[in-house]
Nanobody, 119 residues
Framework: VQLQASGGGLVQAGGSLRLSCAGS????????MGWFRQAPGKNREFVAA????????YYADSVKGRFTISRDSAKNGVYLQMNSLKPEDTAVYYC?????????????WGQGTQVTVSS
């Protein structure tokens, strides 16, 4: 499984972006799905996750209340709606999948998408 994130871009602080995640040969409903990000010079960090059933979502404290993760089984996609963006949200964003839902057990890292927030 390799996943492709898309939808990034350049946006002013306070703006919004919606990221999408897709991949070939996989089924959204079979995995817990997560979004992670990596800023220049920093380690990759957890952003948000949604359970296999879609009934539970989890967020990093830094994005809680501003970002929303969702999934659409019919479209086999996972999304990250990002509102009230801040310059510190600037990073490459990746989506990943997990059979366990444990943060350290995500895989399928593909090419991420760059999000740049200007002040």
């Amino acid at each position: 499984v390799q996943l492709q994130a898309s939808g990034g871009g350049l946006v002013q602080a306070g703006g919004s972006l919606r990221l999408s995640c897709a991949g070939s040969g996989w089924t959204v409903s079979s995995y817990h799905m997560g979004w992670f990000r990596q800023a220049p010079g920093k380690n990759r960090e957890f952003v948000a996750a949604i359970s296999r059933s879609g009934s539970n979502t989890y967020y990093a404290d830094s994005v809680k209340g501003r970002f929303t993760i969702s999934r659409d089984s019919a479209k086999n996609g996972v999304y990250l709606q990002m509102n009230s963006l801040k310059p510190e949200d600037t990073a490459v964003y990746y989506c990943a999948a997990s059979t366990s839902g444990v943060v350290g057990e995500y895989g399928g890292w593909g090419q991420g998408t760059q999000v740049t927030v200007s002040s």
